[in-house]
């Protein structure tokens, strides 16, 4: 599976900047959930990209720090359960 099949769609339109993004929690019911969104340059992919659930919590770590160093940007939002409510 390629991981940058969306990104590659739209580079090839003349998109420069394509968001990832992904969240992490339970939902409304149980707490806060905890969104991130990142950019990252067309030319600079981070290896080992994947699903942040289904990576063990030392490869997140290690992600996490090439994340922070090498992209163009990076944002993350939480919006706990009466934020979601309204």
Known sequence: MDL???????WKKGLVNVV????????????PVVA???VLYKHSPIEGFN????????KRDKLFD????????VSVGIANEDDIDK
């Open 51 to 58: 699903d942040s659930k289904k990576l063990s919590p030392k």
């Open 66 to 73: 090439l994340i922070i160093e090498n992209a163009l940007d």
């Open 36 to 38: 991130a969104c990142v």
């Open 20 to 31: 990832g993004i992904d969240e992490a929690g339970r939902g409304p019911l149980a707490g």
């Open 4 to 10: 940058l099949a969306y990104e590659k769609k739209y």
